[in-house]
C-alpha cells in the first residue's frame, strides 16, 4: 500500500506564500493521479488541485491563479504551491493518489492564514 507524507504546513499572513510537499513511498510516476484535498472545521473535504499521469492539471475554482500543483517524478514528490494566501485557506490538506483504482490518503498537514 502507498504511504503519502506531507509537510509544510503552518501559521503564515494572508497574502503570504506557502509549499506543501507530499512524499509517496512508490513511484508516482505510475500513479493514475495525485492530488491535494483540504478539510475546514465544519465543512466537507474539498478537492483543491489534482495532476494526471499524463500531465493534465484541474483545480477548485476559487484557487485557480494562487495555487499551482507540481511534481516531481525522481523524488516521488508531489508539490502544492500557494500563494496569496487568504483567511478562507485555512484548512488541514491532505495529500491524495490514485493507484490501481484505490484512494490512498496522507495524514494531512494543518494551514493556518491568519494576521
Known amino acids: 500500500q502507498v504511504q503519502l507524507v506531507e509537510s509544510g504546513g503552518g501559521l503564515v499572513q494572508p497574502g503570504g506564500s506557502l509549499i506543501l510537499s507530499c512524499v509517496a513511498s512508490g513511484s508516482i510516476s505510475s500513479m493514475y493521479w495525485m492530488g491535494w484535498y483540504r478539510q475546514a472545521p465544519g465543512k466537507q473535504r474539498e478537492l483543491v488541485a489534482r495532476?494526471?499521469?499524463?500531465?493534465?492539471?484541474n483545480y477548485l475554482d476559487s484557487v485557480k491563479g494562487r495555487f499551482t500543483i507540481s511534481r516531481d517524478n525522481a523524488k516521488n514528490t508531489v508539490y502544492l504551491h500557494l500563494n496569496s494566501l487568504k483567511p478562507e485557506d485555512t484548512a488541514v490538506y491532505y495529500c491524495?493518489?490514485?493507484?490501481?483504482?484505490?484512494?490512498?490518503w496522507g495524514q494531512g498537514t494543518q494551514l493556518t492564514v491568519s494576521s
Open positions: 491524495n493518489a490514485r493507484v490501481n483504482g484505490l484512494d490512498a
Open positions: 495532476i494526471y499521469s499524463g500531465g493534465l492539471t
